[in-house]
């Protein structure tokens, strides 16, 4: 009887670890006016877009890495006349934040075809214009090639049109042999630069692009279906409302994991309820069956991110899991949009942070192969080394909302002090993801208040660093 007590006490204890293992904690200085969407941008910096929706601030960690004990800035506002919600967006390889479309604008249901980009450097907006003869673009799909170009679905028809991020203008993408039109869908960059995307409007088919061949093909059916039906019948938009847009209804995010497979989340199956499936790509094998979400929850229109363990971190209608490659287990809620950090902590909503259990494999980690062993404050360099990008884009949602973090950051830690400061990185030689042993390079600048002395440098991809390597700032 003793020993029963005994194993019983040490289950409890057991799977009382196992709810304490992912913890959340409040940031100490909340966002003035909340945070619909955050952007990491490539100076350790967090970009968030206020509830106000034209209003964006900026969350600065403090001297020791800590986004928690981080402060806000407001930063500049978008071009007159936009202020958009549910758009399509992306940090570019020069550090630039673009955003193009929205579902709405001023509130008002528009499939806007405004766009912005955001510099950094000089806090400054500037409008972008959209593809030649595209009058809506609303909320598309859109990615970062590796190449460096903003690639872009429009929402009604299937075109794709490419913004050049040194030009600032558009080339119209061939996208032969499209299925369905783009609207609702996700894109998934994978490690060949191919892009996989779940229909919505033909759902269960998915389908692979290949740029080289500038055209889709289909990638087979996902055994079960991941998108919801549609309660809605005509959405008026356009010239006093007289053009319809009919809604194909929704799917979950899809994320790539270490292994190359991808995970692929759905929505609700029938009238708002019925528990979402999900279903797991693999390039070799194809499509095969994963977890139903839990107490008939799903995972239409929700974030994800891939955490540094490889786990996905997926937000339901009503609870938050992890998926491991076999499982969905709950863990803390995690309402609002979710972002990887650099220091292995998701950013929730602008208020919190989740702080994931597990570690990385470290051949998952980027690698430093040449770095100057002296830098001065206020120059630029080039560092050089391998998987700087990550092995994903560490980040998804149903379709809109894109804030992919697959590009590296550097950060320069002092020896002395333990101060943690962040070089802004830019130019990066590729966007690819899971590019394994292939050399690349990215450019740092040291900030000009960085403390001098010896220090450690690492960089970081999708909150895993790499080795650290031996500094000394002048």
């Known amino acids: 009887m003793r020993n029963k007590f005994l194993i019983a006490a040490v289950l409890w204890f057991a799977i009382c670890n196992m709810s304490l293992a992912q913890t959340l904690q409040r940031l100490n200085h909340q966002p003035p006016d909340g945070a619909i969407l955050t952007f990491q941008l490539t100076d350790g910096t967090v970009m968030a877009q206020g509830f106000g929706d034209s209003d964006w601030w900026k969350l600065t960690p403090d001297n020791t890495g800590s986004y928690v004990n981080g402060t806000w800035t407001k930063l500049a506002t978008l071009p007159a006349g936009y202020v958009p919600d549910a758009f399509a967006s992306a940090v570019l390889a020069d550090g630039r934040l673009v955003i193009v479309g929205g579902e709405y604008n001023n509130g008002n249901f528009t499939l806007t075809n405004l766009g912005a980009i955001y510099d950094p450097a000089v806090n400054k907006w500037t409008s972008v214009a959209p593809p030649a003869n595209w009058s809506y673009i609303g909320d598309s799909p859109a990615l970062v090639l590796p190449n460096g170009k903003f690639l872009v679905g429009n929402k009604l028809t299937k075109q794709m049109a490419a913004l050049d991020p040194v030009t600032l203008t558009w080339q119209p993408v061939r996208s032969a042999g499209k299925s369905d039109f783009d609207a609702e869908e996700g894109w998934t960059l994978l490690p060949n630069g191919s892009i996989l995307t779940s229909d919505v409007k033909h759902a269960p088919n998915s389908e692979i692009y290949s740029l080289s061949a500038g055209a889709w093909t289909s990638a087979g059916s996902t055994i079960v279906d991941l998108h919801s039906p549609s309660p809605f019948g005509c959405i008026p938009y356009g010239p006093n409302g007289t053009l319809c847009y009919y809604p194909p209804g929704e799917i979950g995010p899809a994320i790539l994991r270490p292994d190359g497979t991808v995970f692929v989340t759905g929505s609700y199956t029938s009238n708002g309820s019925g528990a979402g499936h999900t279903a797991v790509f693999s390039p070799a094998i194809g499509w095969s069956v994963g977890p139903d979400f839990p107490n ?5 229109d929700s974030f994800a991110v891939l955490l540094p363990s490889g786990n996905v971190l997926v937000e339901g209608g009503v609870a938050s899991y992890e998926f491991d490659g076999t499982k969905l287990a709950p863990v803390p809620a995690t309402p609002g949009c979710l972002m990887m950090l650099p220091n292995g902590q998701v950013l929730v909503g602008g208020t919190e942070v989740y ?30 080394g391998t998987q700087f990008n990550g092995l994903s884009q560490a980040a998804a949602f149903g379709d809109e909302y894109e804030t992919a973090t ?19 990185t830019h130019n990066h030689s590729t966007m690819a993801v899971a590019t394994g042993t292939k050399s690349v390079f990215t450019s740092f600048d040291v900030q000009a208040g960085m403390e001098t002395g010896a220090s450690s440098l ?8 790499s080795q650290p390597v031996s500094i000394t700032v002048n």
């Open 406 to 424: 697959n590009y590296p950051l550097v950060r320069i830690t002092n020896n002395s002090t333990g101060h943690v400061f962040y070089a802004r």
């Open 458 to 465: 690492v960089v970081v991809a999708n909150g895993i660093p």
């Open 355 to 384: 702080i994931p259990a597990g570690t990385y494999s470290p051949a998952w980690a980027p690698t430093i192969r040449s770095a100057p062993t002296t830098v001065v404050r206020g120059s630029t360099y080039k560092i050089y």
């Open 296 to 300: 008939g929850d799903n995972a239409g």
